[in-house]
T-cell receptor
Framework: EDKVVQSPLSLVVHEGDTVTLNCSYE??????LLWYKQEKKAPTFLFML????IEKKSGRLSSILDKKELFSILNITATQTGDSAIYLC???????????FGTGTRLQVTL | SAVISQKPSRDICQRGTSLTIQCQVD?????MFWYRQQPGQSLTLIAT?????????ESGFVIDKFPISRPNLTFSTLTVSNMSPEDSSIYLC???????????FGPGTRLLVL
C-alpha cells in the first residue's frame, strides 16, 4: 500500500520567516509527486516533481525531489500571512493515476 | 488548466437521505476522480469515474453507498446514499487533463449530515 508522511503536522511562524515542509513516501510504482495548497475546500496545485535534483520554483515557493531517499521538500521564503494554509503532498501511482495524500502540514503565519 | 465546477457547494442533510453531487468540466478529460476529506483528515480517493463503464472503487468504498455516473467526458455525479453523520465531509472531484499528468480539483462540496 502506498504511503505518504508529512512533517511537521503543524507550524507557526512569523511573517518573513523561511519554512521547510517535508514529505516522505513509499509507493510501488512511482510516477510523480505533487504539492498542493489548501486554504478552504479545494486544493490548488503548486508543483509536480518527477525527476530527482531538479528544483521547481514559483515566486517564493520552491520544491525538490530526492527519488533515492524517497522524499521531497517544499520551501517558502519570506512568508506572508497569505501563505497560511494546509500544504498537501501526494504521490501518483503510475499504473492507475491514483493520488495518495499525506496528512498535510498546517502552516500559520503570524504578524 | 480545465475549469471545474461542483454543485452544490454545501448542503445540510438529514440522516437516511441521499445527496447527488455534480462535477462539470469545461473541456473533455480522460480521467475523473472523486475524493472525500473527513474533518481534520487528508483526502481519500473514493473511486475513479470511468466514462461508459462502472466506476472503479477503492478499498472501503462500495457502489451501493457511493454510486457514480459518468455519461460523457465532461460530467460526473457522485451520490452519497442513506447518509449518516459519519458521511459529513468535503467531497471533491478532480480531473487529470489529457496532456498533463497533474490532477486539478473542483471547488468541493461541504456536506453536513444531522
Amino acid at each position: 500500500e502506498d504511503k505518504v508522511v508529512q512533517s511537521p503536522l503543524s507550524l507557526v511562524v512569523h511573517e518573513g520567516d523561511t519554512v521547510t515542509l517535508n514529505c516522505s513516501y513509499e509507493v510501488t510504482n512511482f510516477r510523480s509527486l505533487l504539492w498542493y495548497k489548501q486554504e478552504k475546500k479545494a486544493p490548488t496545485f503548486l508543483f509536480m516533481l518527477t525527476s530527482s535534483g531538479i528544483e521547481k520554483k514559483s515566486g517564493r515557493l520552491s520544491s525538490i525531489l530526492d527519488k533515492k531517499e524517497l522524499f521531497s521538500i517544499l520551501n517558502i521564503t519570506a512568508t506572508q500571512t497569505g501563505d497560511s494554509a494546509i500544504y498537501l503532498c501526494a504521490v501518483v501511482d503510475g499504473t492507475a493515476s491514483k493520488l495518495t495524500f499525506g496528512t498535510g502540514t498546517r502552516l500559520q503565519v503570524t504578524l | 488548466s480545465a475549469v471545474i465546477s461542483q454543485k452544490p457547494s454545501r448542503d445540510i442533510c438529514q440522516r437516511g437521505t441521499s445527496l447527488t453531487i455534480q462535477c462539470q468540466v469545461d473541456s473533455q478529460v480522460t480521467m475523473m476522480f472523486w475524493y472525500r476529506q473527513q474533518p481534520g483528515q487528508s483526502l481519500t480517493l473514493i473511486a475513479t469515474a470511468n466514462q461508459g463503464s462502472e466506476a472503479t472503487y477503492e478499498s472501503g468504498f462500495v457502489i451501493d453507498k457511493f454510486p457514480i455516473s459518468r455519461p460523457n467526458l465532461t460530467f460526473s455525479t457522485l451520490t452519497v446514499s442513506n447518509m449518516s453523520p459519519e458521511d459529513s465531509s468535503i467531497y471533491l472531484c478532480s480531473v487529470e487533463e489529457n496532456s498533463e499528468e497533474t490532477q486539478y480539483f473542483g471547488p468541493g462540496t461541504r456536506l453536513l449530515v444531522l
